[in-house]
Structure formats: C-alpha cells, structure tokens
C-alpha cells in the first residue's frame, strides 16, 4: 500500500512505521485531506525552514479546515481581531517583532525564574507523593507549564486550568477537525480567550511590572511603527498557548517513553546526571510537535516531486 493511503494525519498509532516507510520509500508525497505535500526527511524539512524566500510562514497557524461562516461571525462579533505576529508572518513584520520579542522571551528569564520553577515542581509532585496511582498529565504535566509560564505573564496561578481548556480550544480548531457544534462552542470560548488577554494586557498599562506584556507596552512607547496595540494583543495570545502547550506534551511524551522503556527509567533514577540528555532525546523521539506548515511562494520541487506556487507543505 503507498504512503497516501497509509497516512492518517489525525490518528497517532502505527504513526512512526509510516514515516518510517515514507523516508525510506516516498519521502515528499501529497495528502489529500490535509492538502498539503507532506516533506518527512530531516534534511529536506530543514531546507524548507531555512528558505523563506521560497516557503512562506504565512500558512502555519491557519485552520486545517477554513472556518465555517457561523464561526467567522461569532469571531467577528466578539471582535477577535488576532493577527498574525510572529510564527506565521514573514520579514518584514516578522523580523521586525521578533526583535522586540526576543529581548524579553529568552532563555536568561527562565534561567532567572529556576528557584520560583523549583518551588513549582515540588508542588506538583508532592501533591501526587502519597497517591499510589496517578493520571500524571492530568496531575503534573497539564497545568505546570502555564503555571511557569505565568510567571513571566503576570498571570494568576490559579487561572492555569482555564487558560489550557482555551489554549487546547484554540489549538483543536486550528490544527484539528471539530464537528459544527464543538466548533461553534470552541468559537466563543477563543473570544473569553481573546478578551482575558485583553484585559491583561489594560491591566499592565495602568500599573506596569516586570512582566512580558509590561515590557511590550514599554517597548512600544505609544509608537505603532514599533508595535500596535493589536499586536501586543495577539502576541499575548499567541504566548498564551506557545508557552506551555508545547512543554505538557514534551513532558507528558518524555515520561510515557521512559515508563515504556523501564531500563532506560533506572539509568536516570540511578544517575539523574542523566536528565539533560534525557530531556533533549525525549524532543527528538517523541517530540511535542510533530508537524508545522509553509506555503510555496512559486513554483518548485523536492526530490523531483513538482510542487506548485501556493501549494502547502507539512
Ligand atoms: C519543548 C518546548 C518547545 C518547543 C518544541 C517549541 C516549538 C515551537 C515551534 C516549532 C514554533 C513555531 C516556530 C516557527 O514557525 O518558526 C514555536 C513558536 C513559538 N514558541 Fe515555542 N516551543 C517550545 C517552548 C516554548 C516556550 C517555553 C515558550 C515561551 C516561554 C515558547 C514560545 C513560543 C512563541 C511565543 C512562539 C510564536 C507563537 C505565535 O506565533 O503565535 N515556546 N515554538
């Protein structure tokens, strides 16, 4: 059977034996239900990342399925005026945001933030020390993340359970197939979404801190040309799932492989010197996302597979 027929972009079993057969075998083949030519080999994904020339960003957090009209009208209504910002825009803006951006979101603010995680994590597992069995995303790895990641936000810990049930909203009407209704419903719940950063974002231009959207306003200091005030909206936003969806399924991945694979467990228990490389392993085998999009900006081809101006890629 060819790789077509066998891959199910939206089912995970059997995922990895049909990558494998795609590299070995079909490595650029296209998939109808996602529309995309889908590009499974290392090296030939990389070249598609490092050419924005000829691979636009711009189609990368657009819905898989285009947004009914009800839901475009509920966006609409609730003024959901999100823009694209970061990872789905191309230089200019992009080069021009990430600028700003990056001299707050880095990795010296987390560095900086290790003794506040600490605290964080020993929570977490302490609240699970004396129960004898224990859905572990659910009572570790689910609300940990936002709850580090609000500590560069500003946001309240206690907000960490509702932000993820709007960030796992927003990221099952993008990158997911929801029926009408559930689509309708994520719809409204993405504009409490939209408004929560909102308000943040007021909240900070009234008494600033040391917090990331007190840095954008700072940033900006009124000028539009530097950043609009729709825009340190929709970084917020985008933050607001980037941050910490990625890291529960890192996490989440990681302990699974580990429980699957015991002997690999003992190692690291028996030598936590180990956790490093652990960690960096556990994003290549079982990483968090397994796909991003680009869209062809004119004609071109992979491995003789011809792919036209407009065409998507996975
Ligand atoms: C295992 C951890 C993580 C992985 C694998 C990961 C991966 C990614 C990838 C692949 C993108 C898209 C990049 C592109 O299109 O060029 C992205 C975007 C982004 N990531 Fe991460 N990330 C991780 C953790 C984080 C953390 C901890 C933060 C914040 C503190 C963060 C903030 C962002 C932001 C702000 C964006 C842009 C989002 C947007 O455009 O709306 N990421 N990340």
């Not at 960003?57 to 657009?62: H, K």
């Given at each position: 059977m060819g790789v077509e027929t066998l891959f199910?972009?939206?089912?995970?079993?059997?995922m990895h034996a049909v990558y494998e057969q795609a590299r070995r075998a079909e490595p650029v083949f296209f998939c109808e239900e996602l529309n995309c030519y889908v590009v499974t080999k290392h090296e030939d994904v990389l070249s598609v990342f490092s050419d924005p020339e000829t691979y636009s960003?711009?189609?990368?957090?657009?819905p898989i399925r285009p947004f009914t009209e009800r839901v475009s009208n509920i966006l609409k209504q609730g003024n959901f005026t999100r823009e694209p910002t970061q990872a789905n825009t191309d230089p200019p803006k992009h080069s021009r945001i990430r600028e700003i951006s990056s001299g707050f979101l880095n990795a010296r603010q987390y560095i900086a933030l290790k003794p506040e995680i600490v605290r964080l994590t020993r929570e977490a597992l302490g609240s699970i020390q004396h129960k004898g069995r224990v859905d572990f995303v659910k009572e570790v790895t689910y609300e940990l993340p936002a709850k580090v990641l609000f500590l560069l936000l500003g946001a309240p810990e206690s907000d960490a359970f509702k932000i993820k049930q709007w960030a796992d909203n927003r990221f099952n009407m993008v990158w997911g197939v929801l029926d009408e209704e559930s689509e309708v419903a994520a719809a409204h719940a993405l504009v409490d979404y939209w408004n929560y950063c909102k308000a943040l974002v007021a909240a900070r231009e009234k008494t600033p801190g040391d917090d990331y959207a007190s840095y954008l306003l700072a940033a900006r200091g009124g000028d539009d040309t530097k950043l609009t005030m729709n825009e340190i909206h929709s970084l917020i936003h985008g933050v607001m799932l980037a941050g910490h969806e990625t890291t529960t399924n890192a996490a989440g991945g990681l302990i699974l492989s580990l429980l699957q694979n015991p002997e690999q467990w003992r190692r690291l228990i028996a030598n936590p010197g180990l956790i490093p490389n652990a960690v960096e392993e556990g994003l290549r085998y079982?990483?968090?996302?397994i796909t991003w999009r680009r869209r062809a900006n004119c004609d071109t081809s992979i491995r003789g597979v011809k792919i036209p101006k407009g065409a998507n890629r996975s």
């Open positions: 199910k972009p939206f089912e995970s079993e059997n960003a711009v189609n990368s957090q657009s079982c990483p968090p996302l």
